[in-house]
Structure formats: C-alpha cells, structure tokens
C-alpha cells in the first residue's frame, strides 16, 4: 500500500503568541512547527504502516525552510519526502494551493492520501476536499478512526459530526482529512533523528507539477484576493475595579446589571 | 465567465434527519440584509435532501424569496459526492452572484469540494460579511469593482483578521460561522416561490457508503441559542464548585459554558466550549468567571453585547476586552451576587 501524508509547516499559535512592541503579530519569534492535525494525520499512516506494511511518503508545499518538516517525519517514520518549492507559486489561496499539490501528487502512485483537516494558521480545512476535487477522488473529512481493507481496496472511516457520527466507506484511491483527536503523534526516535539528516528530501519546482495550468497557480491563480489584513485591533478597555470587599464588589456588578436591564 | 449572469444571493439551507439546522435561518437573515445593497433582491434557499419539500415554508418564514428544492434519495444523509453534485448543478443552472454555506462539519466539507468543482474561490469561517467595493480604495492600474462581496475572517488562531474578496469568480463562495448571523423574526404565513430541480444522480468512484449512523445525544444546553451565558474558566477550581455558577445562571435564566482548560480537564463536555476550538458566541450578556482570556478563548466570545469578568489575577488578558471587570476571588463573589441578585427580584416583582 502506498500513502501519501501532506503536511504544513506552521507557525506555532498554541505555545504563546508573541506581539511586536508595536502590537503587531511577531510571526519570526514564533517556533515554526508541523501543523497538528497533520501530524495526526501522519501518525495515521505510520499506524497503517506498523500494521499491514506500507509506503509513506511525505509531502509539503512551502518555502524552503520547510524542509525542517519533512525531516521530523522522517524521524517519525516516513519513508520518502518531497517538498515543492517555488517563487510562482507564493500567494497562492486554497484553490491555488490545492491545484498544485494535486499537480505533485499526479506524480505518484498513491491507495490513499491523507491530509490534516485544518492548518492552525488559516484554519480555513479546505485543502485538503478540494485536492481530492481536483483528483476525482472520494474524500471522507473529519476522520477519527481510520481502518483499510487491503483485499477489498477500501476504506472505513469514522467522520465525526458535531451530533453523531458516521461510520463511511469508500473506494481506494481516496482522500482523508484527519483531526488531531484522531490519535497520539509518536516521538521522534534518537536513531530516526540521525537517519533523518541522512535522508533525501526530493525537491520539486513549477516545472515538475503535472497537468496544472499557470493560470491555477500562486497569487495569479488565486480567486480569491485579500482586501486588507490587519492583526486584530483590541477591543478599547472598559472599566476595571478593585473594589475592598465582597459587598463592594456585588454592588458594582448589580449596579451595572440594573443600569444595562438585565435585572 | 460573465460575471454579470450571476445573480441573487444564495444560501445552502443545511438540514439533518428532515430538520433545518439552525445556521440555514441564520444564513437567511445575512443574505436579505445583503441583498438590500444588491441589485437582485431575492433571496434564494438551496434545499438538498430526501423527502425535504415541507421545509420550505419555513425557509420563506425566515426570510426565503424562492426555495430550490433537489429531493432524491441520493441525497437522504450527508455523503460528500452527491451533494457536491446537486449544488454545483444549482449553481450552474441558476447561477447565484452569492453562495453562502454553513461553516459545519457539513459545510466545510461541502464548500471546498463545490467551490473546486466550479472553480471559483471560498473564504472559510467568515464573521463578518459587507457589500463594498474591491480594492477597497481606488488603485491606481487597477479596476475597482463595486457591489462585491467582502469576507472577513479571523486567521492565525483569532490573531489576525482578515477581509476577502473574489472579484473574478462567480459565485462568490463563503462558509460562515454558526451562531454569528443574525435570524430575522420569522413572518408568519409566508410562502416562498419553489423551484423544483433534479440534476440526476449516478453513482461513480467518489460514492461512499454510509455503514452506520451513531447519534450522540446531547444532554446538554445549546449555549449559541442562550441570552446570557455564565462562563467559567480554569480558575473555578474544580467541576464541583461549577454549581456556583449553575446557580447565578438559574438566578439570571442563563446557561453555564466554559473555557477550553475545563473541557480539557474533564469538567465540563465541550459541547460547552467557547473559542476558537469550540463555539462562537455572542448573547447579551457574557459572565467571564476564573477565565484568564487566551485569545483563542476571547476569538468565540468578544461579540457579546455586555462582558462582564472577574478573576482574582488583576493582569488577567480577559480584563483587555471586559466592559466591566472585577478583580476578586470569585468563591465569595459569586454567591454573593447570586444571594443579591435573588433579592433584588423579588423586590421588583
């Protein structure tokens, strides 16, 4: 069996956001990290690898620091990893993103792709369906549980919804988006580490992408476009007290209660 | 593609076992309030399912011109291929200017794959939709477009907001957050024009099977349908002493929520959560109680019309976006408050 994992090198939300004096988002002091739900993902196919035997290969789609990634997968297990680099495609949206790692993967031999549902810096979980869109592909998003029949060629999913969920089969190819809840990502092993700087990673530019017309690549190919960005404005302070007592206290929360009709 | 056959404001009219959920109605509200900007007035509901017709009424209640109605048993529970299928024909057949779906488990499956399918773009989890023009000022060596949609999003974890737009593609495709749009007061007796409309369905390579439906009944409170929500954070200690705030939430008619550090130490389900991770919401008035405001949290709750906090920690973030914060141990003001707001009542009454 043969298992794509596509991955994202993101800047780390979690361990504490970091702001310029000027209170802007200070992305460079952040830790740049494999995305999560990625990394469940990955986690995923490694566990399908243990147990009936299967190649990983790792996939990214950023600039060439990204490389760092792949070699954590390495680490991890993976077996091969390819990272597509290129200036024209920088400024790309989902659709432009998703256009051209379908153009990598077109490359491969693949039974089953696995993304993580949502990178934690656009948080938009599109990626992921709209690769399997441009592959004519069956995608199960959402996925918690993931078992493959290798006789049938096909796979069991639980998709979760947000009051049930559903136990979905689907053909091998296909595509599935993984959640973080989906498992625990294993660590890196010591001998995984040495070996990972031993490894190659094969980089891939525009010229190696397959059937992808310029038109759907990098900013140009974006639909759609940024009208303006900001870090988010705080919201202007209200009021803050101290008060001495309990009482005190109660008081000042009735009071603006009464004032507001609340009570 | 001429942009100028697209026309109306579309909404996915999202329903599960034959009942709409409530961002369709949420969806309804949003696309009149836009289509008042808008040449085309009519607003029209995309209704997708197995034996599904009889919701249309209440979509004109709520605020739907015209309802599009694919009925097929193809289409009885969510499978990701055949809803792609029917709304891509909707939208190739009727061409909306507008394609507003719900940031759901459902939505967020179904937005990229139809927005790819019809090659045009999709902004993910909006908060904020205007009509306006694109750039926003006028560029010099650009065309500025007027009446475009302007999609605004958070990013970055709640870090960064961001406002978009697809000037070059039709429909303008956006998923929105639950629980942010406004419904209207439904009109009652309202009927809405139905538009019949069957694409065919065949099976293909992309078909899955469903193999089983597990519910997981909720027990608990919808906190994005509350007025008032009593929240509480890591600070409220443990999940026993959260019958102090089940308490001043029974004195107000509120419900209880909590903060992702609860969730994650088993005290609360998270179905409760509000954040980033959890649910957005914006009632009248926001109890913060023990919570210290880690912008995840603040991202799904700074909407609420009134906040009031208190944390005993006087440099606590959450005091940043409070209207009226109080520094103190919430042990001995809670019930304080609860004992005095019982009084107050029953005095008025």
Known sequence: MKIVVCIKQVPDTKGGVKFKPDGTLDRGAMLAIMNPDDK?????????????GAEVTVLTMGLPKADAVLREAFAMGADKAILVTDRVLGGADTWATSSTIAGAIRNLEYDLIITGRQAIDGDTAQVGPQISEHLNLPVISYAEEIKVDEKAKTVEVKRQFEDRYHIVKAKM???????????????????????????????????????VDDSNLGLKGSPTQIAKASDKVKKGQGEKVAPESVDEAVDYIVGKLTEKHVI | MSLEEYKGVFIFAQQVDNELSSIALELLGKAKNLAEDLDEKKVTAVLLGSGVKGLSDKLAEYGADRVIVVDDPALKDYRTEPYTHALASVINEFKPEILLVGATAIGRDLGPRVSSRVHTGLTADCTSLDIGDFPLNPTPGQEQKHKQLLMTRPA????????????????????????????????????????????????NNCYTEILKIVKEASSVADIQGAKILVSGGRGVGSAENFKLLDELAEVLGGTVSCSRAVVDSGWKPKDLQVGQTGKTVRPSLYFAIGISGAIQHVAGMEESDIIIAINKDENAPIFDVADYGVVGDLNKIVPALTKKIKEEMANKK
């Open chain 1, 173 to 211: 190819p296909c595509l599935v988006t993984a959640l973080s809840e989906l498992n625990e990502p294993r660590y890196m092993t010591p001998g995984g580490i040495f070996d990972a700087f031993e490894k190659e990673v094969t980089v891939w530019g525009r010229n190696d992408l397959k059937d």
């Open chain 1, 40 to 52: 469940a993902g990955l986690e995923a196919a490694l566990r399908l690898k243990d147990q009936y």
């Open chain 2, 156 to 203: 970055f974890g709640g870090n960064t907001i961001a406002t978009i737009a697809c000037p070059d593609f039709r429909p303008q495709m956006a998923t929105v957050r639950p629980g942010v749009m406004q419904k209207i007061d439904p009109i009652k007796g309202a009927k809405a024009e139905i538009v019949e409309f069957n694409p065919g369905f065949e099976e």
